[in-house]
Structures are given as C-alpha cells and as structure tokens.
C-alpha cells in the first residue's frame, strides 16, 4: 500500500494562493494516478484535481479550472496543488489520494485544513 502525507494547508485571504504538497511512500511503484480531493463542513467529499503518474496527463473540475494546477515530481514521489485565486468556498478539509495499478483512488492522507478568510 502507498502511504501519504499532506503538508501545506493554512489560513489566506480570499484572493491569495497557497501550494499544497503531498509525499508518497511504500509502494509507490504501483501508483497510476494521484489526486487531491476536499471535504467542506456538512458536505460531501468532492473531486479537486489528479494527475497520472507516467505521462502527466491532468484532469480537472470545473469549479478550479484556471485556479488550481496539480503536478508531480516523480524523483520524490510527491504531487502539489498550487491554488490562486482562493475563494472563501474553497475552504475545506484537502486529502490526496492514490490509485494504484489503476484501480481507484483506495489510499488515503490525512487531509489538510485550508481556510479562505473573506
């Protein structure tokens, strides 16, 4: 199984940016695709961002698309999220997530907070 660790959350203004990291252990090996997902208070988990591990392809939902890139760096195992442009409505729990051997999203982090003051 492939372990993870998020790193990067915080407090920003509405407007601002903020890189979210997360390092990858264990079998990494078998990782097809990583992707980040967000949890807000009394909402349900939804999809942010993921990106292949051979090749890089991205994909996106729409409500980040122009705001948040997702990229990788297979050296060290680990994939970011930058975010611009933050809204107060992206404040939210953000957990990574990795698929192995394409199989789905089966393992987990712990999430980091990210909170967007208005």
């Known amino acids: 199984q492939v372990q993870l660790v998020e790193s990067g959350g915080g407090l920003v203004q509405a407007g601002g940016s903020l890189r979210l990291s997360c390092a990858a252990s264990g079998r990494t090996f078998s990782v097809y695709a990583m992707g980040w997902f967000r949890q807000a208070p009394g909402k349900e988990r939804e999809f942010v961002a993921a990106?292949?591990?051979?090749?890089?392809?991205?994909y996106y939902a729409d409500f980040v698309k122009g705001r948040f890139t997702i990229s990788r760096d297979n050296a060290k195992n680990t994939v970011y999220l930058k975010m611009n442009s933050l809204k107060p409505e992206d404040t939210a729990v953000y957990c990574c997530?990795?698929?192995?051997?394409?199989?789905?999203?089966?393992?987990w982090g712990q999430g980091t907070q990210v909170t967007v003051s208005s």
């Open positions: 990106i292949r591990w051979s090749g890089g392809s991205t």
């Open positions: 997530a990795a698929d192995e051997s394409s199989a789905g999203f089966g393992s």
